[in-house]
């Protein structure tokens, strides 16, 4: 008998994850968690509320799918996704267990109905057409930047089958609008936008490191360095290794840290939006004065 049937079983998704592979130390490893992992036919029609979803038989529902999606989100905004079991869930929403399986069949599409909450809440202001291309894309990428840094799991979930519901795709369209007038080839822009969102997650998962590292440590950065700059400059030759020394020193006096995620996010996204003018100049003829207009950062 399963945790549907019967709420005295463990819940599935608090035991370990049967999928775990070992690494080389013989450690076992949990999978990346993904979207769209789940049944492809359920997880459509509880994204698009077709009534079809909702069971016919079993409990009556007390709640509806956005107060229980609603409330997993806060739970993995405060704990992490990890957090995110159906039974703690249900505890949560002051359901049992069972009960919850009238509302999701299982935490993939839970995941899948969380990530589509978390998209509807941007902005929903497609990119100004009258504003340069680079003014418009860098909004795209501060837009995700910004709901990385809020919802802190987000960037932990592999998005390489896309979600599909009607958070993401409006997010999806609206995005495309940051290309509008470049005369770009559709696949061009299609894989444009995914350079800079791929970005855009590798750079929050950096930040979910410092952020990780800053906790766990008793020491602030300012008071870390401290401690080791007189190590430092005992074991570090500048003879030997004159530009280590010379560049990490200036990086450090200026910065006040060795990595500030904020600072690494605007470099690389003002690098990411050069490199693309710089294609796009090649692949259209025409000159930089033609193709890029807007704030070079």
């Known amino acids: 008998m399963t945790s549907r049937q019967n709420d005295c079983v463990p819940d599935t998704m608090d035991a370990p994850d049967p999928h775990a592979t070992p690494d080389e130390r013989g450690n076992t490893t949990t999978p990346t968690p993904r979207a769209n992992a789940g049944d492809p036919a359920r997880t459509l029609a ?16 007390m709640l509806d799918l956005d107060a229980v ?24 929403l002051g359901i049992a267990p069972m009960s919850l399986y009238t509302y999701i069949p299982s935490r993939a599409e839970l995941l899948d109905l969380m990530l589509d909450r978390v998209y509807a809440t941007m ?8 504003h340069p291309w ?10 995700n930047w910004a ?6 799991w987000l960037p932990t979930v592999a998005t390489t089958r896309p979600g599909l519901g009607p958070g993401a795709t409006a997010k999806y369209d609206r995005e495309l609008a940051a290309f ?13 936008l995914t350079l800079v969102l791929t970005f855009v997650r590798a750079s929050a998962l950096a930040a979910i490191e410092s952020d990780a590292a800053a ?13 080791v700059a007189p190590h430092l400059a ?3 030759d500048p003879e030997r290794f004159p530009r280590a020394v010379r560049v990490g020193s200036a990086a450090g006096n200026a910065r006040g840290t060795a990595y500030d995620p904020g600072h690494a996010f605007e470099f690389g996204l003002a690098r990411i939006l050069d490199g693309l003018a710089d294609f796009w100049c090649r692949v259209s003829g025409l000159g930089a004065g033609n193709a890029v207009s807007g704030p070079q950062t």
């Open 147 to 152: 709901l990385c840094r809020t919802h802190r």
């Open 180 to 192: 509008d007038g470049l005369g770009l080839a559709d696949t061009t822009v299609d894989d444009a």
């Open 123 to 130: 902005p929903n202001v497609p990119p100004v057409p009258s």
């Open 134 to 143: 680079r003014e418009r894309l860098a909004s795209v990428a501060r837009e």
């Open 234 to 236: 005992n074991a570090l």
């Open 69 to 92: 999606v609603d409330a997993a989100v806060a739970l993995a905004d405060a704990n992490g996704l990890a957090a995110v079991s159906m039974r703690r869930l249900a505890a949560v």
């Open 215 to 227: 906790t766990e440590s008793t020491a602030s950065d300012a008071e870390w360095w401290e401690t």
């Open 46 to 61: 509880l994204l698009w509320r077709d009534p079809a979803a909702i069971p016919r038989r079993g409990p009556a529902r």
